[in-house]
């Protein structure tokens, strides 16, 4: 007869999210608020898109794009003859 599953004891646990992200999104310079990150050019002015290491996205549309590589390729050494 296999086992029971573990039953929980007590109510789970809520994640910690960071309080006032959407206070990050943004920077005051004197009279002007600017936002740190694009606006999607599909959606418009208002919703912006999220930052990947790669690739910039949109949560509403599914909007993607990928950013350049400015890095240089490593140079492959020669295999030295023994």
């Known amino acids: 007869m296999p086992k029971k599953a573990k039953e929980r004891k007590g109510k789970k646990e809520k994640k910690k999210h960071p309080k006032h992200l959407k206070a990050t999104l ?7 608020v600017e ?10 002015a208002g919703i912006l898109m999220a930052e990947h290491n ?29």
């Not at 936002?35 to 599909?42: A, L």
Request: with cysteine; glycine share 8%.
């Open 26 to 32: 943004y920077e005051v310079k004197g009279d002007t």
């Open 35 to 44: 936002r740190k990150r694009r606006s999607c050019p599909k959606c418009g």
């Open 54 to 82: 790669n690739r910039l996205n949109c949560g509403k549309c599914g909007y993607t794009e990928f950013k350049n590589k400015t890095a240089e390729p490593k140079e492959e050494k020669a295999a030295e003859p023994k």
